[in-house]
């Protein structure tokens, strides 16, 4: 289908926040993804049919390997600090 998982980051097709699926199940209606996310610091989560989400695409700059400090960037402005 749309390659959707337990730890998928996806986002509504009309738009929204960013949000990790946390699991997934059947219904009578169809497969839904029990979504969370944080608006601010407080938690939120929602349940939404799988047909209605997109996966985000990953940003090849944080492809496998990239850590802060160790990919060549400026060392200060690691969070590791």
Same mark, same amino acid.
């Given at each position: 289908? %749309? %390659?959707? $998982?337990?730890?998928?980051?996806? $986002?509504?097709?009309?738009?929204?926040?960013?949000?990790?699926?946390?699991?997934?199940?059947?219904?009578?209606?169809?497969?839904?993804? $029990?979504?969370?996310?944080?608006?601010?610091?407080?938690? $939120?989560? %929602?349940?939404?049919?799988?047909?209605?989400? %997109?996966?985000?695409?990953?940003?090849?700059?944080?492809?496998?390997?990239?850590?802060?400090?160790?990919?060549?960037?400026?060392?200060?402005?690691?969070?590791?600090?």
């Amino acid at each position: 289908m %749309n %390659n959707i $998982q337990p730890g998928s980051v996806v $986002q509504l097709k009309s738009g929204g926040p960013y949000m990790t699926v946390a699991k997934l199940y059947d219904t009578d209606r169809g497969p839904r993804a $029990q979504c969370d996310w944080f608006e601010g610091t407080k938690a $939120q989560y %929602n349940s939404y049919p799988l047909t209605s989400l %997109n996966v985000k695409e990953e940003d090849p700059s944080s492809a496998s390997g990239a850590v802060a400090g160790l990919s060549g960037e400026d060392p200060s402005a690691s969070w590791m600090r």
